[in-house]
C-alpha cells in the first residue's frame, strides 16, 4: 500500500527547534519532487519548501527563508525539514507531498497542487510559550 508518514511534530518554545521526516513505503521517492505544505486553523493550506529530485534544487517560502532547511535522502526514502528559531505563527499541521512530474519544483510549486500525487497525514506543530 502507497503511503507518507509525517513524524517530529510536537510542543515547543519559541527559538527552539524541530526536525521534520517523511517517509514513503510501497514506492520509492528518487523520482518524486517533495513539498512541506502547512495549514494552520483557518487559514488556507500554503507552500512551505519544495525540494527536486536529486535535491540540487531547494525553494522556500519567504517567511521561512534563512530558517527552514528542507533534504533528502533516497536511500532511507525520506525527506526532512530541519525548523529552526520557530515562532508562534509557524503553528500548524505540516504535510509533505510528493510529485512525480517533471520540475514540480520550478514550475509554481505553491499554486499547482494538482500534480500532487500523494500527500502524507499530517503532523502537528506548536509553537508557544
Known amino acids: 500500500q502507497v503511503q507518507l508518514v509525517e513524524s517530529g511534530g510536537g510542543l515547543v518554545q519559541p527559538g527552539e527547534s524541530l526536525r521534520l521526516s517523511c517517509t514513503a513505503s510501497g514506492f520509492t521517492l528518487n523520482d518524486y519532487d517533495i513539498g512541506w505544505f502547512r495549514q494552520a486553523p483557518g487559514k488556507e493550506r500554503e507552500g512551505v519548501s519544495c525540494?527536486?529530485?536529486?535535491?540540487?534544487?531547494?525553494y522556500y517560502a519567504d517567511s521561512v527563508k534563512g530558517r527552514f532547511t528542507t533534504s533528502r535522502n533516497n536511500a532511507e526514502n525520506a525527506v526532512y525539514l530541519e525548523m529552526n528559531s520557530l515562532k508562534p505563527e509557524d503553528t500548524a499541521v505540516y504535510y509533505c507531498a510528493t510529485v512525480r512530474k517533471t520540475y514540480f519544483c520550478g514550475r509554481r510549486w505553491q499554486q499547482n497542487l494538482n500534480e500532487i500525487d500523494y500527500w502524507g497525514q499530517g503532523t502537528q506543530v506548536t509553537v508557544s510559550s
Open positions: 525540494i527536486n529530485n536529486s535535491g540540487s534544487s531547494r
